[in-house]
């Protein structure tokens, strides 16, 4: 699950860099030393369109804060959104074979602000190792080379599912919430994006019409969207699943502060700028 022209992307490109520059630094220096909830939805207006009832379902800034969670070939995705602050926390974890450990890489972001935090499993104390706080670190935008990298709240839909859902010619609704239809990954560099790790030309002309299931809760909110991709080429079968849950159970997101918080060392920079 990415949104490469932000934050959920960035996130889930650094982890995957940072694994192996991490393992590099690691090693050199010990040789020198959902569920989704929700119950089923009522069936929309009739007056209401199956595509348009979806797509407004999906989460706006007018949701209270909700948890989320993804999966797609690049790994999975986790976090919180909170509409009003305008802030997102999402995690990554990352195994790094060569440390025999899981990275767990977050980012807090409310506004214009971010703050990192990356800790490790196991036995060895590699956060020490590399120099690497295990509290949150405050990032300076300035110090990150690639303003596009820049880690920024954008908005309430991190699984891009609305950007999915408009590619749809025709969506049916099955009743308890459930609506299917097929939806055309070759529409648009948006989606091409959202779809990021997905090899969507070597789907040839099954990406135009890629099946998949979507359910709406009683409460109105998108609760899953599961794509069927199938396989193409060295490309296995895989799904692209987006979870939206605990609308109004998710803690609401703030900066941290005290002792939970330090500014980031030029290590945190050599991460996001490798």
Request: proline share 6%.
């Amino acid at each position: 699950m990415t949104q490469r022209t932000g934050t959920a992307g960035t996130i889930r490109w650094v982890a995957s860099t940072a694994a192996a520059v991490l393992a590099a630094t690691a090693l050199a220096g010990c040789a020198g030393t959902d569920g989704a909830g929700g119950s089923a939805a009522p069936a929309p207006s009739p007056s209401v369109s199956p595509k348009s009832a979806l797509l407004a379902a999906v989460p706006d800034e007018k949701d209270p804060a909700f948890r989320f969670s993804g999966s797609d070939l690049t790994g999975k995705v986790s976090g919180m959104v909170d509409p009003a602050a305008g802030g997102m926390e999402l995690t990554v974890a990352e195994k790094v074979a060569e440390l025999k450990s899981t990275m767990s890489l977050s980012f807090r972001v409310i506004g214009q602000q971010a703050w990192m935090r990356v800790t490790f499993d196991g036995k060895q104390d590699i956060n020490a190792l590399l120099k690497l706080p295990k509290r949150w670190m405050a990032l300076d935008n300035a110090k990150i080379e690639d303003p596009a990298d820049a880690p920024v709240y954008e908005g309430t839909d991190p699984g891009n599912t609305a950007t999915i859902i408009r590619t749809a010619e025709t969506v049916e609704e099955k009743g308890d919430g459930t609506y299917v239809g097929t939806v055309d990954l070759t529409k648009g560099q948006d989606v091409a994006t959202a779809m990021e790790g997905l090899d969507i030309a070597a789907l040839g002309d099954a990406a135009k019409q890629v099946p998949f299931t979507a359910v709406v809760g009683a409460d109105g909110n998108l609760t899953s969207l599961t794509l069927d991709i199938p396989a193409a080429g060295k490309q296995k079968a895989s799904k692209y699943v987006v979870r939206y849950f605990d609308f109004g159970k998710a803690p609401k997101l703030a900066a941290p502060t005290g002792s939970d918080v330090q500014k980031a060392p030029a290590t945190a920079y050599e991460l996001l700028n490798s």
